[in-house]
């Protein structure tokens, strides 16, 4: 056995020694120990039913609870203080430790050596209650312990809860420990942790990694350089077969810190030679370096009859006064004992606590050393953060409102958004409906004039054009209508014809999807099935209204291109404004969270107008409409004049062509029969009335109403744009910056330090770095303070 020297010399009951009780507990709290410095403290390790629960009831004087054996779920960690002589009663205040988090979804078989349980570095210790009746103590542990085997939950909940054992419960065991800190007269400074027995099976398969979960949680505490083990075993069962003293066994070193207890000493079987146990009271078999001890505990019949500790202290005093203890085993009666046991426990903790102190001081003070050094790299957000944050914000308010108004040299958003916006049209003109104006085929026949097909806009079939009523437009002097439309180029006369009895199909004209060419027979047709009316030449309003429809069913997609080019252009811009005023700060999650928010805000803005031009597009496809009546009269009467010209220069060329043909004589280049056959008017007067001039006026009323239509929906497009987004990003946005980044709350200041460092990650991890070195400087005071008291004791 290992005697410690001068230990008869420490006052058990004596303040000092609470103080360096009170020190390594309040270490611990600080976080000291995660730092691979074990603080010491005495571990009770045990075998399931070696009496470890009824050991703990004798050392600290109170009643654990025994329900369904619950005691054994989580570790006990118990601290006895001695009162002052003052008349100050018995006390125990109850808390919980949290140094573990549970993650129910981990798979326990593969993960770590507490499967689903993660070690935290810091513990946090909740207040659970205060119990001045002894009596009602057992309950308040149940209360507590089960309020630590379901994680997540509040604990307030468990205070007051009835039948707590009813209630559901979490987890078989826990690693977060349950706190007594016990205060009475008459008693020494102790501080122990009853950890859970040892146990080799579960009942299901899916709790195997429990067995593993607490051999782990067991093998780490006696592991610990600077812990006294007390060895609980029971003199019922074989030595040789405890499990916990295999695992001290496997522990380099833990034999020498081991202090053995022998329980149940009333069921050592009968006939066993007393040899045996004085062998190993001598330490001659199953040794431990501190020896080993014996108590008695209340049997069951006593357990039933709620006998008192006092009773039980008596009751074990009668037992050892009979043999063989008082004779055969007398040479060990300073072993005999739950008081003897306890006061030797306050020695040995002491005697460590006192040999260990100079090595926390100085693994503190180094690493006290190490986050100093550390946090150099962790420079604190500049004093007025708020006041730098508010001032980027304006910085980018005021850059935002230059580019919104649009004046020189901050107009570049604005050209860009009136660029789209041309482009918007253009592809919106691009869709006007096309009328190819050549004689369709079997009225040629009649003439004379040999059949083919339209391949595109641009081919040239038989050399004679056969144009689109874009075509038709150059029969005014050669010039577009309309400064903003893509107009076909004339066909070359190299392109070949391919003679085919095909009609072209909806989207054929100039490759745009969406836009309609028809012909004239097509638009014949048409009108025939959609006029009821049987009297020649009259046409239904509906039929018109049903090629009008047709005209606007294309102009979703470039709608669509438009408000996604606005959207990304706005983005740019604002990006850009952003990072000009966040120059200082782009490493920080100000900027970061800032450039989130704007993408957010312009993408809720977008969707908004998308949906607006979702409903005037709807508003447009639906029925025509429009009370714009001289702006009608004055699109439709333009349009005839264009479609009519190019109908009667098409007629001619048909003409002259073939009277060409017919004399047998060589093709003439066709723009220059073209040119004549614009210039010739006695020509032209001789073609007669057209057959097809309802269609062309058909065609010159869908064309007119298309022109009056697009430009409203472009207008309404354009103008949410202008009128709402550029407003909204002028008036709005500098507020939903502010509220996004939390500058405008009470806690402004401490969120500005947060948003200035260079990351989220990094401010995280410098408060960490700040919240431990005021731990460690705390735990620095409290040792200097607690300097005097090894020469005291």
């Known amino acids: ?206 709790d195997k990694w429990l067995v593993n979960l607490v051999e782990n949680f067991v093998t780490d505490h006696i592991k610990q350089d600077n812990s006294l083990i007390l060895l609980a075993r029971s003199m019922e069962s074989d030595f040789a077969n405890s499990s916990a003293a295999a695992l001290i066994d496997q522990c380099d ?96 903790l002491t005697h460590q606590i006192l040999i260990t102190l100079p090595k926390i001081t100085r693994t503190v003070d180094a690493h006290l050393l190490e986050i100093e050094t550390e946090l150099a790299g962790y420079p604190d957000p500049p004093e007025n953060a708020l006041g730098k944050v508010l001032e980027a914000l304006n910085v980018f308010r005021a850059s935002v409102e230059r580019h919104v108004h649009g004046t020189h040299p901050y107009n570049e958003m604005r050209n860009t958004l009136k660029g789209l916006a041309n482009t918007f049209e253009r592809n919106l003109h691009k869709l006007r409906p096309g ?26 079939p038989t050399g004679t054009p056969c144009p689109t009523v874009e075509l038709a437009e150059l029969a005014q002097g050669g010039k577009k209508r309309r400064g903003n439309f893509n107009t076909p180029a004339l066909a070359s006369t190299s392109k070949r014809i391919k003679p085919d009895n095909t009609t072209v199909s909806k989207n054929s004209s100039a490759g745009n999807t969406g836009k309609r060419t028809f012909r004239l027979l097509e638009m014949r047709e048409t009108l025939g099935k959609l006029t009821a009316s049987g009297v020649p030449g009259e046409v239904d309003p509906l039929a018109v209204d049903y090629l009008r429809k047709e005209t606007v069913a294309g102009w979703e997609p470039p709608m669509l291109e438009f408000i996604t080019d606005v959207k990304q252009e706005i983005q740019n811009i604002l990006d850009q404004l952003l990072e000009e005023a966040c120059s200082q700060w782009l490493n920080t999650a100000f900027f970061s969270e800032a450039k989130k928010i704007v993408k957010v805000y312009i993408a809720n803005a977008m969707r908004c107008q998308l949906e607006y031009a979702k409903r005037a597009l709807t508003l447009e496809q639906r029925k025509p409409f429009t009370l714009n009546t001289k702006g009608f009269k004055l699109e439709q009467d333009n ?98 910056l502010k509220a996004g980044l939390e500058v405008e709350t009470g806690e402004a200041h401490e969120r500005s330090k947060e948003l200035l460092a260079e990351d ?16 460690f400087i705390e735990a620095q005071h409290k040792l200097a303070r607690i300097g005097q008291i090894g020469e005291d004791v």
């Not at 004689?439 to 641009?458: C, K, M, W, Y």
Request: proline residues 6%; negative net charge; charged residues 25%.
């Open 760 to 775: 989220r990650e990094r401010e995280i991890h410098r408060k960490e770095l700040q919240k431990e070195r005021a731990n």
């Open 639 to 736: 349009e005839l004049q264009i479609l009519q010209e190019g109908r009667t220069t098409q007629r001619l060329v048909e003409k002259l062509d073939a009277a060409d043909r017919a004399a047998g004589r060589i093709m003439v280049d066709q723009i220059e029969r073209k040119k004549k056959a614009k210039s010739d008017l006695k020509a032209r007067a001789d073609l007669g009335d057209d057959p097809f001039d309802q269609e062309v006026r058909v065609m010159a009323k869908v064309r007119g109403y298309h022109n009056i239509a697009l430009s409203r929906f472009l207008d309404h497009v354009v103008h949410g744009i202008n009128n709402e987004v550029l407003h909204d990003l002028e008036t709005n946005l500098i507020q939903q």
């Open 435 to 460: 009328l190819i104006v050549a004689t369709p085929e079997g009225h040629r026949q009649a003439v004379n004039i040999p059949t083919f097909s339209l391949l595109s806009d641009d081919e040239d």
């Open 253 to 348: 070193g833990a034999l020498s810190r081991t202090v053995g207890c022998l329980t149940k000493p009333d069921r050592w079987p009968p006939g066993t030679k007393t040899q045996i146990l004085q062998s190993v009271l001598h330490g001659d078999a199953f040794a431990v370096g501190h020896g080993y001890f014996v108590t008695k505990q209340p049997d069951q019949l006593q357990l039933n009859n709620d006998i008192s500790s006092e009773e039980s202290r008596s009751k074990e005093d009668e037992f050892f006064a009979q043999t063989p203890w008082s004779n055969e085993l007398q040479i060990f009666q300073d072993r005999f004992g739950t008081f003897k046991l306890r006061d030797a426990l306050s020695k040995k």
């Open 1 to 206: 056995m290992c005697d410690v020297p001068q230990q008869e010399q420490i006052d058990l009951l004596g303040r000092p020694v609470q103080k360096l009780v009170e020190l390594i507990k309040e270490l611990e709290t600080l976080g000291v120990e995660a730092k691979n410095l074990p603080l010491p403290k005495i571990v009770v390790v045990g075998d399931q039913s070696a009496g470890k629960s009824s050991l703990i009831e004798g050392l600290s004087g109170i009643k654990v609870p025994r329900s369904d054996g619950t005691c054994t779920r989580c570790p006990l960690q118990i601290t006895l203080y001695s009162a002052p002589d003052d008349g100050t009663a018995w006390s125990c205040k109850v808390s919980l430790q949290q140094k573990f988090s549970f993650n129910p979804n981990i798979d326990a078989t593969i993960q770590g050596r507490y499967g689903k349980w993660r070690e935290d570095h810091t513990p946090t210790t909740i207040p659970f209650a205060v119990v001045d009746d002894r009596e009602a103590l057992a309950g308040v542990i149940s209360r507590a312990q089960w309020a630590t085997l379901n994680p997540g939950d509040n604990p307030v909940k468990y205070v007051n809860a009835d039948m707590v054992e009813s209630m559901p419960m979490k987890v078989e065991f826990s690693p977060n420990k349950v706190i007594l800190d016990i205060t009475a007269p008459g008693q020494p400074s102790l501080s122990f942790i009853d950890l859970p027995g040892v146990i080799r099976q579960m009942t299901t398969a899916k």
